[in-house]
């Protein structure tokens, strides 16, 4: 390779490796141990994300945030503990319900967040809204978790019903026993979640 302006020939440089990097810092010791110990409303809500290929990501962040069951916005300021010592996070104290997590993916993809059931806000259906952190994104994705079970409410609410049919059940997870939900997070393909924008 020959340097334009002055003829010489010039080395390439090493390609640059795209950021950020969600291993460092980000995770959160039992990001995903929401609800408080022993709520009778707890729901467990699990999947995997998927890349475009439909092969797992052991390496992503699903950040989940959602009301009390009665819909009302948790005020409570925070439940993570730190180590006096360290200054480093251990864990969440069990107590307060703050309705967000962070959840790392593990090495097969999967993650798994025990929250409260959402109680519905306004004219929507109970929802648990979800961003995804993950590599080959350099802008963060936003979606929902609707959990079935009332299907007048999911057919009323606003964004639900902007959603073409066939692809609305990329937004409900599927009941696979009583308080236990998955859903799977595919960011690209035949089964693409449907991810939103804010504006």
């Not at 020959?2 to 039992?30: C, E, K, N």
């Not at 995997?48 to 439909?54: E, N, R, T």
Request: with cysteine; hydrophobic share 35%; glycine share 14%.
């Amino acid at each position: 390779m020959t340097d334009p302006a002055g003829g010489r020939a010039v080395l390439p440089t090493p390609s640059q490796t795209v950021g950020p990097f969600y291993g460092y810092a980000l995770p959160v010791p039992d990001g995903g141990n929401i609800a408080p110990v022993g709520h009778p409303d707890t729901v467990t809500v699990h999947g995997h994300v998927y890349d475009g290929k439909g092969d797992p990501l052991p390496d992503a962040l699903v950040e989940l945030w959602g009301p009390a069951p009665d819909g009302s916005v948790p005020t409570a300021t925070g439940s993570m503990r730190r180590d006096p010592a360290s200054g480093g996070f251990v864990g969440r104290n069990g107590l307060e319900f703050t309705g967000w997590g962070r959840i790392q993916t593990d090495a097969d993809g999967h993650w798994v967040a025990r929250t409260l059931r959402p109680g519905a806000r306004g004219a929507n259906a109970p929802y648990l809204a979800v961003c995804v952190f993950a590599r080959g994104l350099l802008v963060h994705l936003f979606t929902r978790i609707y959990l079935p079970g009332d299907d007048a409410a999911l057919a009323a609410d606003p964004v639900l019903s902007r959603v073409g049919e066939g692809r609305r059940s990329t937004l409900i997870a599927e009941e696979q026993s009583p308080a236990t939900y998955r859903f799977d997070i595919h960011l690209q393909g035949e089964n693409e979640t449907v991810f939103l924008e804010y504006r």
